[in-house]
Every structure is written in structure tokens, then in C-alpha cells.
């Protein structure tokens, strides 16, 4: 069963930047689509970005030219350099796979998440 465990969120102010890292288990890298995704309190699920040996590397439009996500096959790690935060981008992001090895021309939209992390808190605030 694919495992994920997520680091680097913190609390920043607007126009700084994260990295995210996760670190996966129990699958290989490159064998499956895997996202980052975000939550917000009241809000639904929000798919940030996707990258597939398949298909390649995916963005959604809101962090489109600040987000940058990266893999790493030898450690295992997906991660997330996100440059020019803004409040909006606060939340819990986390990394999931959903049965498919390529992000597909839906994206951010995807199906049931097969497994996820438990995810790092991003606050963006004054």
C-alpha cells in the first residue's frame, strides 16, 4: 500500500516561500500519477499540481508560474517549491495517488484518491 508522509509547511507571510517534501513508500515513484493537493478549512479538496512519468508535470491555474514540483526517484521524494505565497494558498496539503499512472487532461480534477498523506499545515498571513 502506497504511504506518504509530508514535511516543511509552516507559517509565512504573503511573498515568501515553502518547500514542501513527501516522501513515499511502499510503490514505485514512477509507476504512478501522484498530486499535491490542499485543503482549507470550509473548503473542498483543490488539486495543486501532478506529475506522471506518462504524462509529464501539471499545475492548477491559481499557482500556475509559483509553483514549482519536482520528483526525486532515488529518495523516494515529491516535492513542492512554492514561491510568492499568497493567503489564499493556505491550508493542509498533502500528497495522494488515485489509480491512474498519468494526471490526465482533467486535471485538477481526478477520481477517488487511492491513498493519501496526513498532510503539513501552509499559513499564509501578515
Known amino acids: 500500500q502506497a504511504r506518504f508522509v509530508e514535511s516543511g509547511g509552516g507559517l509565512v507571510q504573503p511573498g515568501e516561500s515553502l518547500r514542501l517534501s513527501c516522501t513515499t513508500a511502499?510503490?514505485?515513484?514512477?509507476?504512478?500519477?501522484i498530486g499535491w493537493f490542499r485543503q482549507a478549512p470550509g473548503k473542498e479538496r483543490e488539486g495543486v499540481s501532478c506529475v506522471s512519468s506518462r504524462d509529464g508535470i501539471y499545475y492548477s491555474d491559481p499557482v500556475e508560474g509559483r509553483f514549482i514540483v519536482s520528483r526525486d526517484l532515488a529518495s523516494n521524494t515529491i516535492s513542492l517549491q512554492m514561491n510568492d505565497l499568497k493567503p489564499e494558498d493556505t491550508g493542509v496539503y498533502y500528497c495522494?495517488?488515485?489509480?491512474?499512472?498519468?494526471?490526465?487532461?482533467?486535471?485538477?480534477?481526478?477520481?477517488?484518491?487511492?491513498?493519501r498523506g496526513q498532510g503539513t499545515q501552509v499559513t499564509v498571513s501578515l
Open positions: 511502499g510503490f514505485r515513484l514512477d509507476s504512478r500519477a
Open positions: 495522494a495517488t488515485w489509480y491512474s499512472d498519468r494526471c490526465g487532461s482533467e486535471w485538477p480534477r481526478v477520481g477517488p484518491l487511492e491513498s
